[in-house]
Structures are given as C-alpha cells and as structure tokens.
DNA sequence: ATCTATTCCGTACGGCGTACGTGAAAGTTA
DNA sequence: TAACTTTCACGTACGCCGTACGGAATAGAT
C-alpha cells in the first residue's frame, strides 16, 4: 500500500491552518496544544525526560491523565512537538557581518538552546520532526553560510557540523550536571571520594598521559572538564577549518 | 557524611582484580559478568536499547530475571558496564606517522563505535562511567596529539572535538535509521509520500534556502543528509582547523 | 552430617503508556 | 424548548517495566 502521510505533520504545523474542517459542533477544548506543549517542556526543564510522564503533566495541567490524548496522539508526538515548540520559541537573531562571526553565531544559538534545554538532544535522535520551528531555524543557519562560495550540498555540511559541534557540547555538559544530581555530589567531591579507589583498582595499567591531562584539566577547572572551554576551544578551531576552505577551497 | 566510594567501579575494574575477598562458600554462578554484559550488547545492538529489559535479557541468557540482579546491581548500572565493555573490546590500531592521520584515527574510530552500537551515545551521556575500556581509549587518543606542541589542556580539547563531531555524525545517521525503521519506509519514501501534505502545511511560509539546498541534497543523496559526507567535510574542517593552529598558534 | 554463605528465582508492588467505553457538554436542528 | 449529534473528559483496566523481598536450592567449611 501507498504510505499514509505523517501525521504528526498537520499538529507540528498546526498554527499555518487558516480553519480545521469546521467542526463547531460538540464541546469546545478547555486547553490547546500549545499550552500542553508548554507545559510538557517545563516539566521536562525541571525534572528531566524521564519525569514527564503523561499522569504527571496531566496532573500539573490540572486534567485527566487520558485527556491529554485529545491534545497528541501520544508520547512520542509529544516530544516531537515540544522540540520544535523549542525551536519556535527561540528568537533568532539578525546575521551579523563577519563570516567568523556568523559561523559562530550559528553554533552558539544551538549550543544555548540544547542548554537551556538538555533532553532537546536526547529527543532529537528519537524521530526528525520537520515543522516550522526547526525549519525556521534551518533557513536562519543557511541565510548565514550563503553567498560566501560553498555550494548547496557544502552549506548543509557546514551546518550540520556546527550544529553536531554545539549538541555534542550540551550534551557533555549534561551528562556531568546528571551525574552530580544522580550522585548528590559535585564532580569534585566524586573525585575526591574515589581517586583512592580507583587508583587501587587501575593498579598495574599505566595511564601517563591521562594522568598527566586529567591532573592539569582538574588543576585548570576543579573538573575533568569545562564545556565552555571546550566550546572555546573547538569552535575556533572548527571555523578555522571553514573560513580556510571558503578562501582558498584547494588547499591543502 | 562522606561520600562513599562509586560500587560501579569495582565492576568496571573486576578483571584487574587479582583476588575478590575470598568468598569461596556457597553456590557457583552459572554465568560470568561478561557473559551478562555481552549479551545486553547483543540485544541493545539488534533490537535497541528500548528492548532491552531485564527480563528479555535474562530469558536471552536462559535464566530467570531476578538472577540477573546477582551479577549486576541494577540496569542503570549495566548500560554502564555495555558502554565499557564496547570500549574494551574495540581494537586500537596503531597511531601513524602524520599529525592529519592521527586526527582522522581518532574521529574515524570513534564514529566507527558509535556506528556499531547506535545506543551507546544514548548510554554515555547517563553517567561518565569510568572503567578501562574508555581510560585506554582514552590514552590512546591522546597518544595521538602528544609532542606536537599542544598543552595539556589543547590535547583533551582537540580529543574532545574530535570525539564529540565523531558521535554527533553518528548520532544524526542513527536518528535517520530509527526513523525508517519505525515508519517502515525508506526516508526518500517517505518524503514522496509527505512532500504535497508539507508543502501545503507550509503555504504562507516561504522557505527558499532551505528549499534549495534540500533539493541539491535530495537529488545528491536520495535523502535529506547523507552521514558519510557529512564525515568526510566535516572532518577536512576540522582537521584543518587544528593542523593550522598546532602550526601557528598565534593566527587567527 | 550439619552449618553457613551464596545463588537462583517466583511472587508481588508501584508506575508506565495507552486502549476502550461511558457520560457530560456544546452546537444544530426540529 | 426538546431532541439529536458531535466532540471532549476521563475512570478503569491491561500488559509492560524495574526491582524489593524472601524462600528454596546448592556447595564449601566444619
């Protein structure tokens, strides 16, 4: 059979539809859709992917657990619409001049929005939703990378790298702000509790440059690492890499 | 009160233990911690890391589920060990001559880990788990941008890069993987299918870098990404990028 | 032969997503 | 106004999940 068309498409678009097949008959929705996505994302802010639950997001909405299935088809929509409600939200501001400084315009609004938003990453993986939140946010990236050269297929590359780059940070990030709230105590209290435990453990394995790095990074950073150093550090490097290729697309 | 030492990490580090505290009475378990965490891996890379539950895992391992908890404290605590154990049981070749070699290596063998086990980048970002498995990789990453004029701080950042682009890639493909597989179809099925639905749903809305370069892809890949090219641009960046900066630390 | 430490695992509990069906409410129509 | 139709609200229930608990089985020590 011919495959049906997706339909978590006409909710994740539902504000372009001038007027749903007019049924004004039959008792009117105390809420919409974009309340319980909002909800659901504050929900998930506060206490995580696994916190949202629909019991609970029923209950904070102050409805039942089932009637949330007249907003969304089900969970996994749920979470689609609520990435792209992030990326609508969030405001995109003008490109400003420089190359270098588009470049890193791009990484560091995603970077901020998967902060801001930390299951943002893990919900991505889970299914491409293509609504007009992520499709705005596309057009805005490319609107960035246009006109200085590459072509199409080049411009796509080099916002998936930047994007790829800024994600692959939040994601380091959260994964240390996890385990602090999984374990209680901060990174270095960690440290602290179990270097003597784990140099018992790795007793006769030798790690001279790991223990050489690691001693400096948690010398520099009271950690094993900082993010934001590390976004530093990589985005020059990366928009090294691009502006090299802009100008001189031969070498080396 | 002070914070105990992690009990992870004796099961990660359990083979460096030449002698646990003797416990020689009482019943053999049939099976070893290996065994258990070789065959979550097995699961997790067929069926995803949703179908692996306790109880499939242990009906996989001919043993009742609660049997499982005598191996392992709990799943959290498994994914863990999977991860590691991936790691562990990954070959690290031997790190070649030039600088750019060695960059591509380490992004090349990451992004070939990741690719194997999709779940593994869902599992890292849980909690920073550290066992052998991941200390050598490590070590041996950073082996390769030792003494090439580097702090210590550049070499876990350029390590870090190199890993976090190289996940990112794998993570965009994987994303696109779970999307046919939950929808059935092909992704350039599926965009036939929901191509006249979407443009209707975007009327009002005009898209035209986006609109461009999505067709330049479509016609490239037969999909809106293709991961592989992704890769391969992406990496030229950024080596490039720190191949410039180890050379000239002082440039832009 | 008895004791004791350990593994094995059946049962059960609370929580999850959600299928289903009934009842309530709102607009249309007679 | 009364009856009808359509839609929403949501209580109940089912099959999963991770895992706490406790009793039975087993193997080395005594």
Same mark, same amino acid.
């Given at each position: 059979m011919a495959p049906q068309p997706d339909p978590v498409l006409r909710l994740l678009w %539902?504000? &372009?539809?001038? #007027?749903?097949?007019?049924? !004004? %008959?039959?008792r009117r929705q105390s809420l919409t859709v974009d309340d319980v996505v909002d909800a659901a994302i504050k929900v998930a802010d506060r206490d995580g992917l696994d916190a949202l639950t629909m019991r609970q997001l029923a209950t904070e909405l102050g409805i &039942? $657990?089932?009637?949330?299935y007249t907003y969304v088809p089900g969970r996994k929509e749920l979470l689609a619409l609520m990435a792209d409600q992030v990326f609508r939200r969030h405001p995109l501001p003008a490109m400003p001049g420089g190359l270098r400084a588009r470049l890193a315009l791009i990484a560091r609004t995603h970077y901020g929005i998967c902060h801001e938003h930390p299951w943002l990453t893990d919900v991505m993986?889970?299914?491409? &939703?293509?609504g007009p939140g992520l499709s705005d946010l596309y057009e805005w990236q490319l609107s960035g990378v246009d006109?200085?050269?590459?072509?199409d297929l080049e411009m796509d590359q080099t916002v998936a790298v930047l994007m790829g780059f800024a994600a692959g940070i939040a994601r380091s990030q959260e994964r240390m702000r996890r385990a602090e709230r999984a374990s209680g105590v901060s990174e270095a209290e960690w440290w602290e509790a179990n270097a003597p435990e784990l140099g018992r453990l790795m007793a &006769? !394995? #030798?790690?001279p440059l790991s223990g050489r790095v690691g001693a400096a990074a948690g010398m520099a950073y009271? $950690?094993?690492?900082d993010p934001s150093a590390e976004l530093e550090f990589g985005l020059a490097r990366i928009i090294d890499g691009i502006v090299a290729y802009v100008e001189h697309p031969d070498r080396p």
């Open positions: %539902r504000h &372009g539809l001038d #007027e749903p097949p007019k049924p !004004r %008959r039959g &039942g $657990a089932m009637s949330l993986v889970l299914q491409n &939703g293509i006109g200085i050269g590459l072509d &006769g !394995r #030798e790690y009271q $950690a094993s690492a």
